[in-house]
Each structure stands twice: as structure tokens, then as C-alpha cells.
């Protein structure tokens, strides 16, 4: 979109010996130093990344074996006007070939296989549902049309439930937007207003998931592994089990400077002293913190710890600064922050998969989320491309599944999702399939369900206004700034992987005075094309009778009121 900007920056002043300390080693670190070293000219012996796990990454994991099954958390979807995600990719290299990017892969890969739904919406033991429609009604399309219009200020810590009328959850429209996103009712309106606006472009395909894209395999495989490769490649410092518990701060003449880094690496405690001339970057939570796994005998318990590691770390530093934002509004209700997603191994299966092919038309990897409308735990199921994981043999096959309501018992297993072993859970899901005569068989082919218990993975829409979220570099920050899903990024969205790169990228190009401009998110929303799409397919506009509205009560309180008054 701005190619005009797509240039090499000078090295920043005495760049040989200034160092980079990125608190996280999920992808926001991650894209961090990878702008750092390819941008700022660092040196990648200069950069630290410190992370509590045994494992970067952060929420785009991905790991097992074919003996013991396969675990993912989930993915988060990608779509094309993804532009630092696109920019950052481009410049690693692939795995399988050096002299390609994993751009060129991804991209190439999504030419030739395409994702286009063909069943979205399963009821009554494996029926296809008629999802051809978005199921609108003409209040509920001048609802979503004047969230468009409302100013996030005017719409401040508005829940869904509050701004929607309750008619609008009975919708198709609902049912692909909940489940795609992960939303629930209590959630903020305003990140559904983002969404809306960020992705505009999209909601003519959204009952067919026509451009959303995917990757190879898995996410940690197909992103994470070949970015760390380069990294370390480059002689970035990846410190594994250091958990930061702790960062010091000179806040005299009105700035803000980072100026220690408390820490524990394998139990040790340590300090890092940090110069005015240094970098942190901190990502102050985590969507998959104190993340819990069960087996196929076991359910995966909730972790309620006050240990909230990344949240504990921000909470304590919110303390020190105003400017700082309030963890409390995102990590202290995790009953409205939790979900729990499983995946599924199976050997030698002749059942299952086949039944969903025959189910939805799709194979494997180009239909995306499928959800069940009747489901009393709010679930969907997703068949990745095959074989998701690098290391997977032939005759093994992997599903993946996730809910919404933890809390309420089953149409099958007459338990809580929340109580539920990894087998119960796959038994209940199978019941949805229409696969419930089969399930004894099914399960002599598994080697074993993984749930994942994850205490905050919606804590990020959660209900907030200005402030609550940091900005990225706070104000009169020499040294500091926030990075990942937690740090605010006006007009993009959350639970995304371009909002944690966009995130690395201004954070890195401001703190280090790089002369090089980023592109703009996605501006679709102004596009009157898009507009009149969207109108025309998703919110029915032609319908409504205009002439009948005053041209005054139509933009009370809206962005563009704001924009004719200035």
C-alpha cells in the first residue's frame, strides 16, 4: 500500500552497542527483533528475549508427537490486508527453501487451495444448516449499521448484550461472528464495532469464510518455528524459563525510562541493568497465560492462581504510572474470560473423516469453522489441512474443536464442558457429528484428546474505555513501550496476529527514531465499494426507508458528525 516507504533506514546512533531487552517471547517479541536487526541494523547478539515458558512462541503453539497426540491451543485467522504481517514475513526465510520467503509459500499455498465453507452450521446430530443468508432482520442491519457510525468514545464501556437487541443473537450473523471471534455477549461493543470496520471487505464472504487464509501446518510450525530460525540464526539471545517479575523506572523531567529488569532464570533471581540508549519492550499480558491441559482421562482443571505472570508484572508497574493502563479490567473475571479448546488424534481412522466429507463437501484444510447451533456448550469444530504438524505420519489425522459455554451441561454427556476428560468431551462433540452409533469404534482408533483450559483468552475484549489499554509508547517514553494484544492500536483489532506485529513495528520504529512510516491498517470501511457491499449483502440497506430518518438524528454522536463540525 505504501511502497513509497519501503525503504532501508540509516543505523540509529551507536547501534553497535545498544541492546534490546523484549519481555515475551511470543510473536510480538518475536516481530520485534526481526525489525530490529532488519530496520534498526542491531545486531542480533544485542538482543534478548526473555521468556517464562520452555517454549517461544507464546499463543501460536503447536506441538506432540504421533504416540502421545498433538496439542494446539487454536489459530487466529489471517486475511490479506494483514500489512505488517505480510511486510515482517516476506523477509524470512522459508525452511524447505532458503532463496523463498514464508510469504511466497503462504501465499502460494492459498492460490492453489483456497478456503470456501460449504457448511458452516451443523443442528440435530450432523444436519446441514441453511447458512446462506446472514438471517437479519431490517432492526438488527440499522443496528450493526449505526455501531459503524458511533464514536468509540460515545459507545465507551458498552457491552453487546447492552447495545444489540436480543433478536440479533438468534442470527446467522451471530452464530459465524461468536464463533470466528471468539466473542460472547458480555463482551465489549466496541471491539465488535473494530471488527466490523477492520474487516468490512470480508463480510460479503463471511458465510463462506471466502478470504480468510491459512497457513502449511500448524501456526507455530508454519510461522513461529522459520521467524525463530532466522532470529537465532542472526545470533538473537532466546532465554527460556526467565520469568521478569518486575521493571524499574526513572520518571524525572517528565520522562519515562526503563531502568532495571528484576527477574528469575531457572529458579536464580537476577537483575539487568538498563541504559538510556537500551530498548524494553514489554508485553504486558497474555491471552493464553496459566494455560492448563488435561488428557483423554483427565479434564484440563482451571488455574486461579493470583500468579498471573505477564498481568502480575503489568499490574505492578500500572502502579507506578498513570499512563501505564489497568490490568484489573482485563485479568480479574475469569469466568468471562475463559474457554477451553480440545484437539483430537486419531490412527487409522476410516469414520470420522470420511463422514465429514461427506458432511460438509470440504476437504481437509479449505472449510474452516463449522459450528453447532444447538450445542448447549456453544461448540464448533475446524479439520486442518493435513498433516498439520511437521512431524505427523500418514495414518495419523488431527481435529480440533473449542466452546463457548463452559459452564452448562451437555446435550450428551450430562456434565460442564469445564468437568469434562478429554474423551467426554470428544463423545460429545461425535453426538453433534452424527456420529453417536460409532463412538465406542472412534474411540479405539484415538490416541488421545487434549483440552486446554485458558483462564484469559477473551480477556482482551473485555469492557474498557481510553486508557485502559497503554499505548504503545506512552507519553514522554525514552526507552519502554508495550507490545502484543494488550497495548492499544487505534482502529485495529485484537486477537489477531497483525495487532501484535503492528504493535513490534511501532514500538521499534518510534523508540528508535527510524524514519520509515508503516502502513495504515486497512482503510476498507471508507471505500464506498466495500460500503455498498456490505450494505447490499450483509446489512440489507436498500430496504430500509431512508427518506424517513432526518439527516441529524441519522449521525447523532457518529464519527462523521465529529468530522462535518470540525
Known sequence: MNNYQRINPKAPENIEK???????GGIGSLSAAAFLIRDAHMPGKNIHILEQLDV??????????????YTARGGREIEAHFECFMDLFGSIPSIKDPDRSVLDEFHELNLEEPIESHCRIVSHQGQKEDFSNLGLSRENAMELARLHLLTEEKLGDTTIEQYFSPSFFETNFWFFWATMFAFEKWHSVVEVKRYEERFMHLIGGLNRLKGILHTEYNQYDSLILPLIIWLKSNGVNVELDCSVIDIDFNFSNNEKMATAIHYNSSGKPGTISVKRDDLVLFTNGSMTQNTTR???????ILNRSEDKGCFSVWGKIA?????????EKFCTDIDKTKWLSFTITLKDDDIVFPHLLTLTGDKPGMGGLVTIKDSNWFMSWVVPKDPHFINQPENVKVLWAYALNLDVEGNYVHKTMSDCTGREMFEELLYHMGLKDKIPEILSHTVNVIPSMMPYITSQFMPRVAGDRPNVVPAGSKNFGFIGQ????????????????RGAMMAVYKLMGLEKE?????????????????????LGLDKVPLQDVSLGQLLKDTELADLLMS
Not at 545498544?18 to 515475551?24: D, E, F, M, V
Not at 512462541?57 to 504421533?66: I, N, V
Open 518 to 538: 508503516i502502513d495504515p491498517v486497512y482503510p476498507s470501511q471508507y471505500d464506498v465499494r466495500v460500503l455498498m457491499n456490505a450494505a447490499k449483502t450483509c
Open 294 to 300: 488435561g488428557d483423554i482421562d483427565h479434564p484440563a
Open 319 to 327: 502502579k507506578k504510572s498513570p499512563d501505564f493502563g489497568h490490568p
Open 56 to 69: 517461544a512462541g507464546g499463543s501460536m503453539d503447536g506441538a506432540g508427537t504421533a504416540e502421545t497426540g
Open 18 to 24: 545498544r541492546k534490546a531487552y523484549l519481555i515475551g
Open 486 to 501: 494488550y497495548a492499544e492500536i487505534p482502529h485495529d483489532c485484537v486477537f489477531t496476529v497483525e495487532y501484535s506485529v
